[in-house]
Antibody, heavy 118, light 114 residues
């Protein structure tokens, strides 16, 4: 079946970086954009950015510009999101989700909890 | 950025009764190029990722029960659950997605309880 499986929980110190993976299966990896969202504890969802797996093109929310990088490995059907200069406010569950640039997100990963704490 | 505001923040409805959740956008999400409303609804249960229920404001995702329906256009939208079931207890989010202006923003969520 179509699914996105993310890497496990991370605990990081302020100022560190985190890299999360999102492995796609059940469909052709290059035919759908992958978006990244985050959800801080008790909060709503916030869009971080997307990657086009077909050509590696990316777009990021202005809020994260300069701190986030999304990449992909087409041979492994896996996308990655790296967030640098972590601060406590980055503590959240990070999700990848499949969707077109102009469309809703129909398949979501299970989420990766990132905790930033000294 | 387009701001999405949901009402109410929480809602308690009896089993079998109708539940209505509203979503208002700060700017129209109706795209003039194709006359579609760039609006989706998601359901999120504790410890789970969001699940897509409705897209283009009124199109039910495959596998979603027909008691869920979406309506509205421009800046005002509604998610209706016609006959509440116990498994519908969840958080519900509206989301606008990219038409002419980059950005994907979610409402603050509505908590639905029995």
């Amino acid at each position: 079946q179509v699914q996105l499986v993310q890497s496990g929980a991370e605990v990081k110190k302020p100022g560190a970086s985190v890299k999360i993976s999102c492995k796609a299966s059940g469909y052709t990896f290059t035919t759908y954009y992958l978006h990244w969202m985050r959800q801080a504890p008790g909060q709503s969802l916030e869009w971080v950015g997307w990657i086009n797996p077909a050509n590696g093109g990316t777009k990021y929310s202005q809020k994260f510009q300069g701190r986030v990088t999304t990449t992909r490995d087409t041979s492994a059907s896996t996308a990655y999101m790296e967030l640098t200069s972590l601060r406590s406010e980055d503590t959240a569950v990070y999700y990848c989700a499949r969707g077109p640039v102009t469309g809703a997100f129909d398949i979501w990963g299970q989420g990766t909890m990132v905790t930033v704490s000294s | 950025d387009i701001v999405m505001t949901q009402s109410p923040d929480s809602l308690a409805v009896s089993l079998g009764e109708r539940a209505t959740i509203n979503c208002k956008s700060s700017q129209s999400v109706l795209c003039s190029s194709n006359n579609k409303n760039y609006l989706a609804w998601y359901q999120q249960k504790p410890g789970q990722p969001p699940k897509l229920l409705i897209y283009w404001a009124s199109i039910r995702e495959s596998g979603v029960p027909d008691r869920f329906s979406g309506s509205g256009s421009g800046t005002d939208f509604t998610l209706t659950i016609s006959s509440l079931q116990a498994e519908d207890v969840a958080l519900y989010y509206c989301q606008q997605y990219y038409c002419a202006r980059p950005g994907y923003t979610f409402g603050q969520g509505t908590k639905l309880e029995i």
